[in-house]
């Protein structure tokens, strides 16, 4: 990891405005916050933040990828989610009055993976000055526990390939480059990575993924995939 002085970034390369928690900030409102915030470079494999941390920074890409991952007590390890530019990182603790520890690690998965942060205390004494922008921050943390809700549903209620169709057109909507042939997704994740997004073991989850490659809905490369029939993967989620 390399870190970089908060008042060494440039201007006019403020993360703020692109990001979805601050999109209805204005230039001048995210100006006021460049001087605090920090910023670091990691390489593939670093941990951002670990589970049980007890700092209460919030952290947003700048660019990249990142995996958040909760360990159990026997090594296993369960991966929660992936993120990519313009999303924030563990803001559990900065909006957890209790102050509780940090639930998840954030890993990076590609090299050259920059993240910038900001302290808790700077923070909210910004949200002070303008409380119009943690309404919007409400109302993004409200549309995240929303997506959350509808995996737990999903876990109930769809089936494992239903819900691997809907995971793999959530990544093709995310990472996808159209390409003559279709959709080529890089994703990086391993099947084991791939069962877990799932929720389920990874043989049944390589199961449906041949079962989708047979009949010419996708094709593997590798660590990436080809979506030739989107819609038939649609459909296939709806069921």
Do not use: C
Not at 153 to 172: C, I, N, W
């Amino acid at each position: 990891m390399s870190a970089v002085k908060p008042n060494a970034m440039p201007e006019e390369s403020n993360v703020l405005l692109k990001t979805a928690l601050f999109k209805q900030v204005s230039s001048q409102q995210a100006q006021e916050l460049l001087p605090y915030l920090k910023q670091a470079t990691f390489s593939k494999g670093d941990f951002i933040f670990r589970e049980g941390d007890t700092d209460k920074s919030m952290f947003l890409l700048e660019s990249g990828r990142v995996k958040l991952i909760r360990s159990a007590r026997d090594n296993r390890i369960q991966l929660l989610s992936i993120h990519a530019r313009g999303e924030v990182l563990g803001e559990i603790p900065v909006f957890d009055p209790g102050g509780g520890p940090r639930t998840a690690s954030a890993v990076a998965m590609t090299n050259k993976t920059q993240v910038v942060w900001l302290e808790h205390d700077v923070l909210f004494s910004w949200l002070n000055e303008y409380p119009r922008v943690a309404v919007d921050m409400l109302q993004v943390l409200a549309n995240r526990m929303r997506a959350n809700n509808e995996r737990i549903s999903d876990l109930v209620f769809m089936d494992v390939p239903g819900r691997l169709a809907k995971m793999l057109l959530s990544l093709a909507s995310r990472f996808g480059e159209p390409m003559e042939a279709g959709l080529w997704v890089e994703h990086d994740l391993t099947q084991e990575e791939i069962a877990q997004l799932v929720g389920s073991s990874r043989e049944t989850v390589n199961k449906a993924l041949m079962d989708f490659a047979n009949r010419h809905w996708i094709a593997r490369k590798g660590r990436s995939v080809i979506i030739y029939e989107p819609g038939m993967l649609i459909r296939r989620a709806r069921r």
